[in-house]
């Protein structure tokens, strides 16, 4: 046996592709604003970003970066525990602190991090994780990291989890971790339910709130301020790389624990912190937010618009109203056709396929943006009509 030997099978899967662009190797050459990219030569409508409130190309946001990039230079060259903390960091800290109206908040380089820093932080070894089965592949890592037994419980499903913590000798030693808006389903958690589970067995909740973030909420704080939930969970998790236009993470709690990942958390010691424009962006991005929560409105009816035209033509869609649309395809040879024919009609969106999904139903996931026109929106539809029918993905004489 050779180390390279358990790469063989992905080089094969690729050789299958054949010709034309490979799912998952896709080169931008540049977006030419929030809803459209240059993709070899070609403007491409992009219904495949997480750009939910179409902030990067506000003009409050790249202008803050500029400034911080002229201020502050262009890096930090440190870890937030060392040299890399700069008043800006902290700023971003109290502002997530002031939004959710929680005593703690700390920024993380990457929201993958922010994962990896708070379960591994919390738990160790003879501690219990549990989390739910479609989890983010960072809460599986970060579960993994931390040396505590993890358990997976049916995506969903608060029954299940109550099975799981009712096995536990010691619930106050677990952290049942789930995510508000699920990044492939677009299915969105029963969060009082789960709550009350918690609540009953006496475990910790922290939740992901990556994609829901800016999209749900009176305050777009996400499913749990959506849901009435906000006061139960213990740990708030985000990422600044979908609404907020940049790349980071952060999490919010009342429990002094928190602070002390500051100073114990290895994927927060271990790292450079976020560049100075970076931060500012963010910053930005947020204060934008906060002003605007019209977009909110707008990327909702957007969301309406495209579910409408998509199951009026004939898709078979996921069932729960959300920023992110899957389409289900089948096989992942009909799946790569149908993602390679929509690119080569002017369309991004992103390709779900084993083992991220069952071999037979693999998935086109489709997401929207504020910033997306009724009439982009009508040209992806006319798109997705277009390369569904010459594909028999729907029915050709519909
Ligand atoms: C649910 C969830 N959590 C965490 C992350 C990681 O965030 P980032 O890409 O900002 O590191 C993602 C990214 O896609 C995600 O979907």
Same mark, same amino acid.
């Given at each position: 046996m050779d180390l390279f030997d358990k790469l063989a099978p992905l080089a094969d899967r690729l050789a299958a592709v054949g010709g034309g662009p490979v799912p998952f190797d896709t080169v931008i050459d540049r977006p030419s604003g929030p809803t459209e990219v240059i993709i070899d030569g070609r403007p491409t409508l992009m219904c495949g970003s997480n750009n939910y409130l179409g902030l990067s190309f506000h003009p409050d946001v790249p202008a803050a970066a500029h400034d911080a990039l002229e201020r502050d230079g262009a890096g930090t060259t440190g870890s937030r525990a060392a +040299? *890399?903390?700069? =008043?800006?960091?902290?700023?971003?800290?109290?502002?997530?602190?002031?939004?959710? *109206?929680? #005593?703690?908040? !700390?920024?993380?380089?990457?929201?993958?991090? %922010? +994962?990896?820093a708070l379960i591994s932080g919390l738990c160790a070894a003879d501690d219990a994780v549990v989390i739910d089965s479609e989890s983010h592949a960072s809460i599986y890592d970060g579960a993994k990291l931390s040396g505590a037994q993890v358990f997976a419980f049916r995506h969903n499903s608060p029954a299940d989890l109550a099975r799981k913590l009712a096995r536990l000798p010691e619930p106050r030693r677990a952290l049942v971790v789930v995510e508000g808006l699920y990044s492939i389903s677009g299915d969105v958690a029963p969060l009082p339910q789960i709550v009350e589970e918690c609540r009953d067995a006496g475990a910790?909740?922290?939740?992901?709130?990556?994609?829901?973030? &800016? =999209?749900?909420?009176?305050?777009?704080? *996400?499913?749990?301020?959506?849901?009435? @939930?906000?006061?139960? !969970?213990?740990?708030?998790? &985000?990422?600044?790389?979908?609404?907020?236009?940049?790349? &980071? &993470?952060?999490? @919010? $709690? +009342?429990?002094?624990?928190? #602070?002390?990942?500051?100073?114990? %958390? #290895? /994927?927060? @010691?271990?790292? =450079?912190?976020? $560049? /100075? %424009?970076n931060i500012a962006s963010v910053q930005a991005a947020l204060d934008v937010m906060r002003r605007n929560p019209a977009l909110r409105d707008r990327l909702w009816a957007n969301v309406r618009h495209v579910r409408a035209g998509l199951l009026h033509l004939g898709f078979k869609i996921g069932p729960t109203e959300s920023p992110i649309v899957p389409i289900e395809i089948g096989s992942a040879e009909r799946t790569v056709a149908m993602w390679q024919a929509l690119l080569h009609a002017g369309l991004y969106a992103n390709i779900v396929l084993p083992p991220a999904c069952r071999p037979d139903a693999c998935l086109i996931r489709t997401s929207y943006s504020a910033a997306l026109t009724a009439e982009q929106i009508d040209r992806s539809l006319a798109l997705f009509e277009q390369v569904g029918r010459a594909l028999s993905v729907i029915d050709a004489a519909a």
């Open positions: +040299n *890399g903390t700069f =008043a800006r960091h902290r700023r971003l800290e109290d502002s997530f602190a002031e939004l959710y *109206g929680k #005593r703690h908040a !700390v920024v993380f380089t990457t929201g993958y991090q %922010a +994962n990896l910790y909740l922290m939740v992901d709130e990556a994609h829901s973030f &800016g =999209a749900y909420g009176e305050h777009g704080l *996400g499913c749990a301020e959506a849901q009435g @939930v906000l006061d139960d !969970v213990d740990f708030v998790v &985000g990422t600044f790389s979908k609404t907020l236009a940049g790349v &980071g &993470g952060y999490s @919010v $709690s +009342n429990h002094d624990a928190l #602070r002390l990942l500051h100073f114990s %958390a #290895r /994927p927060y @010691v271990f790292t =450079a912190s976020g $560049s /100075p %424009a």
